[in-house]
């Protein structure tokens, strides 16, 4: 299917077209005419195209950017979480899954430590900027290389490809810190917020699910351990 993706590709479409329409046309002229193409019948056969097919192509190459740049949006709303700009669930695993079965990386959930009481107290005009926040630093936190994605509601996961458990601890340590030590202002007051930390590794061995199942035992430790902490998988 024809497609244009930039104004470059537009113009050129204009000129390809007006340029093929004109050799068309003299082409048609030259078989059809009784004497051929002469100088008599080239300025009929000239301008016949160049008056039509610059209008009519710039026209559909208008258009066809229009679909395009349609379709892009439509591939980004698809992709990435609408309030955070954060990677989607479902196309997080799609980025995984094409990292292939025996990748090795480490694996992080996080989750906003007693986020429905920051709703309950401060609104969720309040709990929107937390989640917000939270997301910003976490993608910020796991560059380069990292994919982070919201993985529902309060929840996060990102992955950090060729990262081993130890160095992501530390990435997830420094995540953990930064989201604690910042106050977002929520009308007169200055509101910090926590979050609980799990990590897994993938080695290849196993699938995906079973790593961000240990990740989930680790953040769930890390809940019961007191929250505003990071717990690696028990490995052992």
């Known amino acids: 299917m024809l497609a ?6 537009k113009w050129y ?3 390809s077209v007006t340029m093929i329409s004109l050799a068309v046309s003299w082409l048609v002229t030259s078989l059809t005419a009784p004497e051929g193409l002469t100088r008599a019948s080239l300025v009929p056969s000239t301008l016949a195209p160049l008056l ?3 209008l009519a192509s710039y026209w559909a190459a208008c258009r066809l950017l229009e679909i ?12 990435h979480d ?12 799609r980025l995984i899954a ?12 996080a989750d906003i430590d007693r986020f429905k009481s920051i709703n309950d107290t401060h609104g969720h005009q309040a709990g929107d900027e937390v989640i917000r926040f939270v997301a910003s630093v976490l993608k910020d936190g796991v560059q380069p290389g990292g994919i982070a994605a919201r993985f529902g509601g ?21 995540i953990r810190r930064t989201i604690g030590a ?10 910090l917020c926590t979050v609980s930390i799990g990590l897994g590794y993938h080695d290849g061995s196993r699938p995906v699910e079973a790593v961000l199942r240990d990740a989930d035992e680790a953040l769930y430790a890390a809940k019961n351990g007191g929250r505003n902490q990071v717990q690696p998988a028990f490995t052992g």
């Open 13 to 15: 479409f204009v000129a």
């Open 98 to 109: 094409g990292l292939g079965s025996e990748f090795q990386g480490s694996f992080l959930l």
């Open 82 to 93: 609408q309030m955070t700009s954060l990677y989607s669930r479902d196309h997080f695993f």
């Open 52 to 54: 039509i097919a610059p």
């Open 154 to 174: 309060e929840e996060f996961v990102a992955c950090l490809p060729d990262v081993p458990l130890t160095a992501a601890a530390e990435t997830a340590e420094a």
């Open 68 to 79: 395009h740049i349609l379709n892009e949006k439509l591939l980004h709303l698809a992709a």
């Open 182 to 191: 910042r106050p977002l202002s929520v009308g007169a007051e200055g509101l």
């Open 4 to 9: 244009i993706r930039s104004k470059s590709q």
